[in-house]
């Protein structure tokens, strides 16, 4: 979908070029994330790869408490100008 909105956008780019233009741009940002650089994109936000720690948690299911390990996980947090967007009703 976002290949095909570059390419209705921008008529100088066939459709083949633009998966391949949306394709590099996330094998970039993927590659700066493992790497442990955070990716900022100016009027949308920020995507960074966190390390969370052990803490307890619990199951929705059962109520059961368990203890949840640490792990790295991927944050976004949207710039200003995505906070102001309106919500769709």
């Given at each position: ?27 970039i ?18 995507l ?38 309106p919500?769709?009703?």
């Amino acid at each position: 979908a976002l290949a095909r909105a570059i390419y209705e956008r921008h008529g100088g780019v066939t459709l083949t070029e633009a998966r391949r233009l949306v394709d590099t741009i996330f094998d970039i940002v993927r590659d700066r994330l493992v790497s442990g650089e955070s990716v900022r994109i100016v009027g949308f936000g920020t995507l960074e790869i966190i390390n969370r720690k052990p803490r307890r948690g619990r199951n929705p299911s059962t109520g059961e408490e368990i203890d949840l390990k640490p792990h790295r996980a991927l944050v976004f947090r949207p710039s200003r100008a995505m906070r102001s967007v309106p919500a769709k009703s």
